[in-house]
């Protein structure tokens, strides 16, 4: 295989770099990336790994496009919008560079398909945003002893670290147990600053980049923390502990049994109720309490409701009778069920439920409806 003249000229930048040249540039064109996650982190790596000219990268994602995504996701405009990101990613790459193979997986990654689906490809990037895919897709990668990119970030800060490369630590050396359900909120709850997921990306891609010309010090058996505020960074060092990798699965069979929710318990919640549910008490006059701030979206207009904001509820918590029964919500169910579970704990309320997936799934699945 060889580059044509097409080609030559548009990675000419790439070939002048003694590291990388045309045998480099080769390499990238025969290799297949998948990215899980196509969104804040997800958008940038496509981007940056697609201008390089990797061959094949696959791009899992099984949600759609919402404008409140438009605020970092650089990848969509407002013409894709409740459009699949997988899909939409595609279309918009495809335009950036034809030369790569782009393929759609537009479903939520599980035990079912991801060994499948993992086994195609060479390098996995994870760009996903909560702990029971990342666990999914960390032991899916020693299982098929795959490479895996990992990004994440939270406000202002993120981090960036491969895992499972030549035999380094994997994910599970940097968390051997998932943190407790609902204590890391997500940017729909707390927010992010829109260029964080562009930087952490850019790493990510760099690592992907590195991993397949290999060049440079991949950061493996290291995280690297950054402060966009502080403009700084530090390196932690990550040894591979076997004992808890030892917890992970053995085989694709006990893969294929596991629950990645329930193990970071985010299923089953007691404290919560689903949509249908909270339908049903909307019905027979359900009390609703709205923790969101003043402002937030989307607006409640079918039904009454008192606001409390979750910066209040400290010092108005007794508005809430004890003798009624409330229906707690806010966005995405996150605020809410930290709530209930603050006001139960401390002050003994054991007439409160969460509205689980928030406001914004509700409306998603009434509108869907009508």
Do not use: W
């Not at 979206?297 to 409390?308: A, G, K, R, S, W």
């Amino acid at each position: 295989m060889e580059l044509n003249d097409k080609q030559y000229y548009r990675y000419s930048r790439h070939i002048l770099l003694d590291e990388i040249g045309e045998k480099g540039q080769l390499k990238l064109k025969v290799s297949k990336v998948l990215v899980v996650g196509a969104g804040g982190l997800g958008c940038p790596a496509l981007m940056y790994l697609a201008a390089a000219g990797i061959g094949e990268i696959g791009i899992v994602d099984f949600d759609v496009v919402d404008e409140s995504n438009l605020q970092r996701q650089i990848l969509f405009g407002e013409s894709v919008i409740g459009r699949n990101k997988a899909e939409a990613a595609a279309m918009r790459l495809a335009d950036l560079n034809s030369d790569v193979n782009f393929k759609t997986h537009p479903f939520k990654l599980d035990t079912s398909n991801a060994i499948t689906l993992l086994k195609n490809y060479d390098i996995i990037v994870d760009g996903t945003d909560n702990f029971a895919t990342r666990y999914l897709i960390n032991d899916a990668c020693l299982l098929t002893d795959k490479p895996l990119v990992h990004g994440s970030i939270f406000k202002f800060q993120g981090q960036v670290s491969v895992f499972n490369y030549k035999n380094g630590p994997t994910y599970r050396c940097l968390f051997p147990d998932p943190p407790g359900a609902n204590t890391v909120p997500s940017c729909s709850d707390i927010g992010v600053l829109g260029v964080l997921p562009g930087i952490i990306g850019s790493l990510m891609a760099n690592e992907v980049l590195k991993i397949i010309l290999d060049i440079g010090e991949i950061m493996t058996g290291e995280v690297m923390l950054y402060n966009a505020l502080q403009n700084t960074n530090v390196k932690l060092k990550l040894v591979r502990n076997e004992e808890v990798i030892d917890r992970a699965p053995k085989s694709i069979a006990e893969f294929e049994k596991i629950d990645y929710d329930f193990f970071c318990g985010t299923i089953n919640n007691p404290l919560e109720i689903g949509i249908e549910t909270f339908v049903d008490s909307l019905k027979n006059g359900a009390n609703i309490i709205d923790v969101r701030e003043f402002g937030e979206l989307p607006e409640i207009n079918d039904f009454e409701f008192t606001q409390i904001p979750m910066s209040q509820i400290e010092i108005e918590y007794d508005r809430i009778a004890k003798e009624k029964e409330y229906v707690v919500v806010c966005q995405y169910g996150i605020r809410s069920l930290q709530v209930v579970e603050y006001l139960k704990n401390n002050y003994g309320y054991e007439n409160l439920l969460s509205l689980k997936g928030g406001l914004v799934e509700y409306y998603k699945q009434t509108e869907s409806k009508t």
